[in-house]
C-alpha cells in the first residue's frame, strides 16, 4: 500500500500571510504512461464534508480561489495557500489516487496565527 | 445538480451487520465509479472501497476486506456498503463519492456506531 504522509500536521499562520503544507508519499505516484501524478488535496471546513481543491497534483478545480495552488512531482508535493483568509481555516488532506487502495494522508489542521 | 444521499447508518453491536445505501442524481450513474471513505470521530479520513460504473471492478482497504462488500443497482442509481462482523474500529461517518479517479462530490454522510 502507498503510504501518505504530510507535514506539518498541524499549522498556525497569520492572516494574508503564505501557507505551505507538504505530502509526501512512499512510492512515486507519477505515471510514465501519461506524465501525470496521481495526487489530488481536499479541504474539510469545520462540520463540512471534504471539498476537492486540486487535482493531478496542480489542476485547481473549478471555483477554486486561485491563492490556492498545488506543486510536486513524484513523491513530494505541496500545498500552497497564499495571502491566507480566516475561511481557509480547514483541515487539509493529499490524497493518491494511483493504485488502490486509494490512501490519504492523516491531514494537516490550519489555523489562524 | 449532482446529489448523494447517504442512508442505514445507526448503532450495531461488535459483531453485527449494517447496509449502507448512497442514492445518487444530476449525472449519469452507470458512466462513474462510487466509491466509500469513513472518518472517525475526531479522525482524519480513510478510503474504505471503491466500484466501477459497470459494477464489475472493485477495491478494498486491507482493514475493511473480507467484511465490506460493495455493490451497486444502475437501474435504482443506488450504491451499497455491506458491512459484516463490525468492530468498534468501525465507528465513524461513512460519506460515498462520485469518483472520476478523484473523489470530486461527496455525499454528507451517515454515521455508524458500533458499540454494546
Known amino acids: 500500500d502507498i503510504v501518505m504522509t504530510q507535514s506539518p500536521d498541524s499549522l498556525a499562520v497569520s492572516l494574508g500571510e503564505r501557507a505551505t503544507i507538504s505530502c509526501k508519499s512512499s512510492?512515486?505516484?507519477?505515471?510514465?504512461?501519461?506524465?501525470?501524478?496521481?495526487l489530488a488535496w481536499y479541504q474539510q471546513k469545520p462540520g463540512q464534508t471534504p471539498k476537492l481543491l486540486i487535482y493531478?497534483?496542480?489542476t485547481r478545480e473549478s471555483g477554486v480561489p486561485d491563492r490556492f495552488s498545488g506543486s510536486g512531482s513524484g513523491t513530494d508535493f505541496t500545498l500552497t495557500i497564499t495571502s491566507l483568509q480566516a475561511e481557509d481555516v480547514a483541515v487539509y488532506y493529499c490524497?493518491?489516487?494511483?493504485?488502490?487502495?486509494?490512501?490519504f494522508g492523516q491531514g494537516t489542521k490550519l489555523e489562524i496565527k | 445538480e449532482v446529489q448523494l444521499l447517504e442512508s442505514g447508518g445507526g448503532l450495531v453491536q461488535p459483531g453485527g451487520s449494517l447496509r449502507l445505501s448512497c442514492a445518487a442524481s444530476?449525472?449519469?450513474?452507470?458512466?462513474?465509479?462510487i466509491s466509500w471513505v469513513r472518518q472517525a470521530p475526531g479522525k482524519g479520513l480513510e478510503w474504505v472501497s471503491a466500484?466501477?460504473?459497470?459494477?464489475?471492478?472493485?477495491h478494498y482497504a486491507d482493514s475493511v476486506k473480507g467484511r465490506f462488500t460493495i455493490s451497486r443497482d444502475n437501474s435504482k442509481n443506488t450504491l451499497y456498503l455491506q458491512m459484516n462482523s463490525l468492530r468498534a474500529e468501525d465507528t465513524a461517518v461513512y460519506y460515498c463519492?462520485?469518483?472520476?479517479?478523484?473523489?470530486?462530490?461527496w455525499g454528507q454522510g451517515t454515521l455508524v456506531t458500533v458499540s454494546s
Open positions: 490524497h493518491q489516487y494511483y493504485s488502490p487502495p486509494y490512501t
Open positions: 512510492q512515486s505516484i507519477l505515471s510514465t504512461s501519461n506524465d501525470k501524478n496521481y
Open positions: 463519492a462520485k469518483t472520476d479517479r478523484i473523489l470530486d462530490f
Open positions: 444530476g449525472f449519469p450513474f452507470s458512466s462513474f465509479a
Open positions: 493531478w497534483a496542480s
Open positions: 466500484i466501477s460504473g459497470t459494477g464489475d471492478i472493485t
